[in-house]
Nanobody, 122 residues
Framework: QLQASGGGLVQAGDSVRLSCAAS????????VGWFRQAPGKEREFVAA????????AYVDSMKGRFTISRDNAKNTVVLLMSSLNAEDTAVYYC?????????????????WGQGTLVTVSS
């Protein structure tokens, strides 16, 4: 089971560090993706990382502000988000692929966790 955490209420311009952790399994061989869903909008891809950490993918609009990384020793994948603005307000979800790949399509992932809400106040 995956669990996203680290969300909360922040000010515009702040940074937030989200974590994706797995209970009962190791994430070290899994590709992990982050997605978000804003109120009234469809779920959208944010970033992904393959199992080695050597391949990452981002939405172009978020590249440079968001950084995805993994710490296999802690069995977590981190999404560091900076220079946040009101458009970043959303529930953020992490998902895992057991074959270690990165996908931009949320339907390609096998495991999903409950999201964590990030609210950016302007």
């Amino acid at each position: 089971q995956l669990q996203a955490s680290g969300g909360g209420l922040v000010q515009a311009g702040d940074s937030v560090r989200l974590s994706c952790a797995a209970s009962g399994r190791s994430l070290s061989r899994y590709g992990v993706g982050w997605f978000r869903q804003a109120p009234g909008k469809e779920r959208e891809f944010v970033a992904a990382i393959n199992w080695t950490g050597g391949i990452t993918a981002y939405v172009d609009s978020m590249k440079g502000r968001f950084t995805i990384s993994r710490d296999n020793a802690k069995n977590t994948v981190v999404l560091l988000m900076s220079s946040l603005n009101a458009e970043d307000t959303a529930v953020y979800y992490c998902a895992a692929d057991p074959y270690g790949s990165t996908y931009r399509d949320w339907g390609q992932y096998t495991y999903w966790g409950q999201g964590t809400l990030v609210t950016v106040s302007s």
